[in-house]
């Protein structure tokens, strides 16, 4: 019998489980402290890979994506200028209409209650009506 890895059977879980052990730094441990505060935030997120490599969490519809690169991971939240962010954690993609990012850097302290409203009100947004 053939063994399958995590990225032949899809399992999203399995591949975000890989991305973090693969990163094995800094990058690593802040994804898997982040991807701890969504599940926190917003009880039965689902969890994907999309566009060849890229964790996303959803509910109802995208709340964000967890990006890392060589200097930051990236935090997009795909309906960022629609939700209020009165702790201003928003700090990339300003300019878009639609999109907002949060980029951290290693070692940089960031606001973990704020990020978890920032999370809930996604959540809430996608749970609005779509006005027709």
């Not at 990163?23 to 991807?35: F, Q, T, V």
Request: glycine share 8%; hydrophobic share 45%; net charge positive.
């Amino acid at each position: 019998m053939k063994q399958t890895t995590p990225r032949q059977t899809g399992d999203a879980a399995a591949l975000i489980d890989a991305r973090i052990a693969e990163l094995g730094d800094w990058r690593g441990a802040l994804l898997a402290r982040l991807r701890a505060l969504i599940h926190e935030a917003v009880p039965g997120v689902v969890e994907e890979w999309k566009w060849r490599g890229v964790p996303v969490w959803s509910h109802r519809g995208i709340l964000c994506t967890g990006e890392t690169y060589k200097q930051v991971v990236k935090m997009t939240f795909a309906k960022g200028a629609s939700l209020p962010d009165p702790k201003r954690l928003f700090n990339s993609s300003l300019d878009g209409n639609v999109r907002r990012a949060i980029d951290l850097h290693e070692g940089e302290a960031f606001d973990e209650a704020a990020l978890k409203a920032l999370l809930q009100a996604a959540a809430a947004l996608n749970d609005t009506p779509k006005r027709r």
